[in-house]
């Protein structure tokens, strides 16, 4: 067996990733980090899945927390529009209303101009 073959594939390491942030097992989750911050050649991924992963669990805290790091950037991509999404489900405030806007104005990929509009029209009422 090559050690190709005997690495777990990407997307069950990510799963793992997300069970164990959506468990309130984050300290487990380390070994996990590590491997996919290396398989990732960066941080920005793992930071996504994490969010999603408290996100299921109900805190809004980390996507919040890289939404307002990302808000220094000025763009918004995929992932910000992840973090945004958590920030307008849970209705703190609307610093999810910038990279939307910024998408719905500068954006002509048409997925993200749709999961911008999703947010726009989802949250607390």
């Known amino acids: 067996m090559t050690t190709l073959e005997a690495r777990p594939p990407l997307h069950q390491l ?3 990733l ?4 959506q468990l309130g097992q984050s300290d487990d989750t380390a ?3 590590s491997a996919l911050v290396r398989a990732f050649n960066g941080e920005r991924e793992v930071r996504v899945l994490t969010a999603i992963g ?3 669990r109900g805190d809004a805290t980390a ?3 890289e939404l307002a790091r990302e808000r220094l950037s000025g763009d918004a991509d995929a992932g910000t529009l992840v973090f945004a999404l958590a920030d307008r489900l849970a209705g703190d405030g609307d610093a999810w209303r910038r990279p939307v806007d910024h998408v719905l104005a500068t954006s002509s990929e048409p997925a993200l101009r749709s999961l911008a ?3 726009e029209a989802s949250g607390p009422t």
């Open 54 to 56: 408290t996100l299921l």
């Open 63 to 65: 996507a919040q927390a």
């Open 31 to 33: 070994p996990i980090t």
């Open 18 to 21: 997300l069970l164990g942030h």
């Open 14 to 16: 990510s799963t793992c």
């Open 117 to 119: 509009y999703l947010i």
